[in-house]
């Protein structure tokens, strides 16, 4: 009787397409509406450039929609396991084989914006299927929508695998390896293809290109009509591959013990060292940092893009990165550490329940983050600035060193109890092992707070450097102790304060709040141009003005990526000069913009 209470299979997709709508419709509150509408309109101008390079360069369409595909394998793995609404254990108990709910489920995954605006850029593919007459634009809307679904598909079976096979911490740590790597890739993967050299890429590049299931759809616009034919039903074969290789996946990921974490030891446990306060504190939180997977994904994640980076430089002979390779671990390893508290879930009840435990227990976690990170990027500083050969480097890495370590220390547990993002407790997580439950464009954006803010601890040392090398040695010393100091009595302190509010935060979310005005309650204009600006202004600010700035000062004539070197030297300070500014400007009106609109409103309701 139990097939008779299961809907078919058009009734259950489209009972999920309606629960998918349903979730994402009651979701567009605040923030989040305004972080959607920004995204889509980001997203649709991206769209609009893919047919454009399908009009103007079409050359270059194979490599465009492989950018595109490589954001559904690696946008999943970057934002923790990938946001899935519909978790497949929701549905664990439907008296349904898994093929069904399979296909049910990726009904479900295009009822969103993300798909809709991927087709609107595989239109480019009939756009460049006009030049090959009626037939062309004919398979490439057939290819449109075989390619589309193909990613989709693969995006869906890269969170299956990882949820199903990271399950321990050599797995986990491989992830963050290839999220780093890919990172890396991203920001400087051109320089080893400016080392091979162009003439020797073209070719096989564009076999490359072509091959990728990105790529079928042009391959099947450029042949002859059979064998056009052949590679569209051969991409109807690999979907339904995918299919079943997904229904298998998720029938063994919601009967997986397993819940994010390494399992317990067998046998009697290890006891916790005799010690009580801060060093008790800190003994816990590194048997955490050992044994939570997300953890230990981020801090691979950090480590090997702070390693890759350098490494790709190095093959255009560019050693000057080498140095700085600790110092790059420290920010990264200070992003991904920044929801320290809201990672734990309700735990913080125990600290809340023991009178006086809220200073060790900030001790502890920047003690702990410390013993973490701090050997291996002392280690990484030390042995690049040895390996590189740059020994002007010295007094930049001893001095910035302590005081980034400081900094970070420091950052990462006022941001904890100030700008805290609530998250599943870990023993109520999913079947995915890297999503730990919390709103990824929250957690995203306090991780760009702390790119941002780490480094601005270092600018006194900085700043004394450029006097005098070696007393900025000291300065950083005393920065990063004053930092590490000061900041984590800030945190403390308000955790005394207001410890009970963080809670009631993490169990229950932020409470909603009538008369208070938000980004969402901006004009759609403003509200995109906030996200905007939010989301590239460090784009002049730093990597085309800010370093090209330092790299002027100290004479460094390799111009890399960077503009304003490439320009004639009668340019180059004013490029850098205007990219700074462009740069200070979008940050000033992505924060003054939401500030007139609380400030008009209090104006208002006096």
């Known amino acids: 009787m139990a097939h008779l209470l299961t809907p078919g299979p058009a009734a259950m997709a489209q009972h999920m397409i309606r629960m998918r709508l349903a979730l994402m419709r009651n979701s567009l509150r605040g923030d989040d509406a305004t972080n959607l509408y920004a995204g889509v309109s980001f997203g649709l101008l991206l769209a609009l450039g893919t047919i454009a390079v399908a009009v103007l360069w079409p050359a270059y369409l194979p490599l465009t929609l492989a950018v595109w595909l490589s954001g559904w394998i690696f946008g999943p793995i970057f934002i923790g396991g990938g946001n899935e609404a519909l978790r497949p254990e929701y549905f664990s108990m439907l008296p349904a084989k898994p093929g069904r709910i399979a296909a049910a489920l990726l009904a479900g995954a295009f009822a969103g914006p993300a798909p809709a605006v991927n087709l609107i850029a595989l239109l480019s593919l009939p756009v460049y299927g006009w030049r090959f007459g009626p037939a062309g634009v004919l398979v490439g809307l057939v290819a449109a929508v075989t390619t589309l679904v193909t990613m989709v598909m693969i995006s869906r079976v890269v969170v299956a695998l990882i949820g199903l096979f990271v399950r321990s911490r050599a797995t986990a740590a491989a992830v963050g390896i ?54 569209l039903v051969a991409n109807a074969g690999v979907i339904a591959l995918l299919l079943a290789a997904w229904a298998v996946l998720l029938s063994r990921r919601v009967v997986s013990a397993a819940r994010g974490g390494v399992p317990p030891r067998r046998g009697t446990p290890r006891p916790f060292p005799a010690t009580s306060g801060a060093r008790a504190v800190a003994a816990k939180e590194l048997r955490a940092w050992w044994r939570d997977l997300v953890r230990i994904q981020l801090l691979a994640t950090a480590f090997s893009y702070a390693i890759v980076t350098p490494l790709l430089l190095i093959t255009i002979d560019v050693w000057v990165m080498v140095p700085f390779a600790g110092l790059i671990a420290i920010v990264m390893a200070a992003a991904s550490s920044a929801n320290l508290y809201g990672a734990d879930g309700t735990a913080l009840w125990l600290t809340l329940m023991t009178p006086g435990a809220e200073r060790a ?152 709040q009538a008369d208070k005005p938000t980004t969402a309650d901006l004009p759609i204009q403003h509200r995109i141009g906030v996200m905007i600006c939010y989301t590239i202004a460090w784009l002049p600010l730093f990597p085309q003005g800010l370093v090209p700035m330092v790299m002027k000062i100290f004479g460094i004539d390799n111009p890399v990526w960077f503009l304003a070197l490439h320009l004639p030297p009668i340019w180059q300070w004013p490029v850098i000069i205007f990219m700074i500014a462009l740069g200070l400007l979008m940050y000033g009106y992505a924060i003054l913009i939401p500030m007139r609109l609380s400030s008009s409103s209090s104006a208002t309701s006096s």
């Open 178 to 231: 290839v999220t780093g790597t890919a990172i890396a890739l991203c920001s400087n993967g051109w320089a080893p293809v400016v080392a091979m050299g162009v003439t020797d890429t073209d070719a096989w590049s564009e076999v490359f290109v072509r091959v990728l299931p990105s790529g079928w759809g042009v391959a099947a616009i450029e042949a002859s009509w059979p064998l056009a034919i052949a590679i």
């Open 361 to 512: 227990d900030v001790r502890g976690r920047q003690l702990a983050w410390l013993l973490i990170v701090g050997p291996a990027a002392v280690a990484l500083s030390l042995a690049g600035t040895l390996v590189s050969g740059e020994t002007w480097a010295w007094p930049w890495v001893l001095g910035l060193l302590p005081a980034l370590l400081g900094g970070g220390a420091g950052i990462i547990v006022l941001l904890a109890v100030t700008s805290l993002v609530p998250g599943t407790d870990p023993h109520k997580r999913g079947g995915n092992p890297l999503s730990t439950g919390a709103d990824e464009t929250a957690e995203t954006s306090l991780a760009w707070l702390v790119l941002c803010a780490v480094p601005a601890t270092a600018l006194p040392a900085a700043g004394a450097i450029l006097l005098n090398p070696w007393a900025g040695v000291a300065t950083g010393v005393l920065t990063g102790a004053l930092g590490a100091w000061g900041l984590g009595r800030i945190a403390y302190r308000r955790l005394e304060n207001h410890g009970i509010d963080l809670l009631n935060l993490m169990k229950h979310g932020p409470a909603p």
